[in-house]
């Protein structure tokens, strides 16, 4: 995680630096920090988020040609201010003073610390980036500049990380690295930069470098080079696409909404509609959605793998229940964490499909990766970031439309995930000869229709917004679902632990009696999922057991689910069951009760405690 921000130009480069941090704020907030270049290295740092890091910038005037910049996501040392980036080498006299701020993680630093330290360089930190600091500091001893200093210095770390470094005696550059941690440049006509993502530098300029793994750049204002390094040596310069991005600073604005998960809450009809515009447009579904080689390799096709983490996990597991159904596939689903560290046993003729917003979870690219290792032929990357790592090691790719999606806790990604899933499933579908072709026609129909419902979905919220003062109370939650919706009791959950910190747990309701019973008093209340699907009378029954020992319960139903408000059972209805589009819909209210519940406890929406959207560790 965290987020990492460079700078040279010919004007002042502290605005951009902020500005670059504010954007990636959403990467980790344990604490920011700056340093530019103005007769010496000048550096700020704070455990408070980045307007307080603008506050000392604008107290202290200060102003520099050069920078580079850090809001972090603590791994290695508490958060505070001695651990918070860049760190410095050459605290000491004769040494050369370097600067450096990290994203990723340095998984050798034990040994290279105790090795720094016998050649005599003082730590002041916890962290594995001081590491970086000293070790660039010594190579540069026997380099003829910092960017072969920065060369000979990777060669020797493990792990995956990003960096950008600064040296005091040239204050006109700076060197940044590409490790397996996603790093880009910025190119504008008063200056050059690098950030962790566009979103950093929007303001700045359109025209942006993606870096490729093991690239080294040094930067100055008025140019940039690109350079391949081996064994710790500069190898040769390479070229890279300069790509205008169609990412505009609109997106990344709040406009009239107070966070951005309520933003990208009410964005998920167009959000959708963006997703599927193609099919929209279409009579037909067609594998090139996919990509030119889908056709041939879903053809090929006789099982899936999915493999992904957190919201777009339970994606998956949504997945998993339409691909059975509709496509008659079957479909394994895993968590990318622990799938990397199994044996699984491969069947041929798997696809393997990573799930990801970001497309940056160092799990879920390592999961991909073991799983080509492994033998799994083929990939598909679902994902909402074009130029991110999954979709640049997948075979074939689906771009989720969402737009940026700041919130932490996910939700707009989410709903797109599923309407993009619900795309595959009908393709394999299709091709396995099981979607006669009035049965497109109607999936075609409900595609175009999910952003009309899910408009509708959304003027529950007054409703929900009452639910939430009463939970606001508690301590715990259960929800529960069945079948394609005991995904959605999970994300329910999950939403709420993440943004409101009330402890939530998931089950399946049939496993109700199997243990969760034992929990349930009034101070528990318990969210049940109830679409008028097959599983409807077997729920009813299952709430019928939490009713009867007292527990209340809060029932999201379909408007022809038939289930009648008493004491201690509230019920909010939905419209009438739509079918494959169910759970999509049923997502929605439970966002909102997670949000309202969070605004009720006035805990930091946005930015939930010890979390971050993009987990690029470990
Ligand atoms: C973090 C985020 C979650 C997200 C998960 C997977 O935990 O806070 O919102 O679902 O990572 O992220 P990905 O980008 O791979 O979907």
Redesign the pocket.
Known sequence: MCGIVGAVSVNNVVPVLLEGLQRLEYRGYDSAGLVVTCGGLQRLRTTGRVHELQKLADEQKMQGFAGIAHTRWATHGAPSVRNAHPHFSGLEENNPRIAVVHNGIVENYESMRERLQSEGYRFVSDTDTEVIAHLVALNLKRSEGLLEAVCASIAELQGAFAIAVMEEARPDKIVVARNGAPLLLGLGESGNYAASDVSALLKATKNMVYLEEGDVAELTSSGYRIVNCHNGKVVQKVERAVHETELTSDAIELGPYTHYMQKEIFEQSSAVANTLEMVFNAQSISPNLFGSAAESIFSQTSSILIL?????YHAGLVARYWLETVAGLPCNVEIASEYRYRDPIVSPNTLVVG???????AD?LAAMKYAKKLGHAHSLAICNVPESALIRQSDLRFLTRAGPEIG???TK?FTTQLASLLLLTATLAKLRRKLPPEAESCLIADLRHLPVAIQHTLQVEPQVKAWAKRFAQKRHALFLGRGVHYPIAMEGALKLK?ISYIHAEAYAAGELKHGPLALVDSEMPVVAIAPNDQLLSKLKSNLQEVHARGGELYVFADADSHIVPSENLHVIRLSEHEGLLSPILHTIPLQLLAYHVALEKNTDVDKPRN?????TVE
Do not use: H, N
């Not at 799930?355 to 979870?361: F, R």
């Open positions: 992904a983490c957190g919201t777009s799930i990801s917003q970001s497309g940056e979870t879920t932490v806790a996910s990604a993440e979390l971050a959207k993009a987990v």
